[in-house]
């Protein structure tokens, strides 16, 4: 009876909020805008602005514009703009990290490449080194 009750409830849910009768169809709002054109419409420059206006500073881009004419608004033709970011990040932290951990895979490639028989005294010697480090 449990089960009936609990199944019940999302059809009595449904039934009590559908619409009744027909819903009346009207036109989108368009902001009172008679025709959209391309002009108008928004761009992934638009919605990236305030991210690149933020981290403007921190990433420090090399910005080409090419413009069809000195036209300052880009009126008589097209605008093209070209962004490339310094790759800082990658330079600083990525490289330094990636370098570490490669030389450190230099330094123990040879405990995979060993001898069966060392593999338990080196996983004895991990545990016995975890162990001492979780109990301090």
């Known amino acids: 009876m449990f089960i009936v009750g609990v199944s019940a409830v999302p059809v009595l849910i449904y039934l009590a909020a559908r619409p009744r009768g027909r819903q009346p ?6 902001g009172g805008t008679a025709r959209f054109s391309p002009r108008i419409q ?18 420090s881009p090399d910005v080409h514009v090419d413009r069809a004419s000195e036209d300052p608004a880009g009126a008589s033709g097209p605008v093209h703009d070209r962004r490339q970011l310094k790759p800082i990040f990658e330079d600083y932290l990525d490289r330094p990290v990636t370098r570490f951990v490669q030389h450190l895979a230099r330094l123990l490639a040879h405990v995979q ?13 991990a545990v016995v080194v975890a162990y001492f480090v979780a109990a301090r």
């Open 113 to 125: 490449s060993g001898d069966i028989n060392w593999y338990l005294p080196y996983t004895l010697v």
């Open 25 to 30: 169809t009207v036109p989108v709002w368009d």
């Open 42 to 59: 928004y761009t992934a420059m638009t919605y990236s602005s305030p991210v690149r206006v933020i981290f403007d500073r921190l990433y």
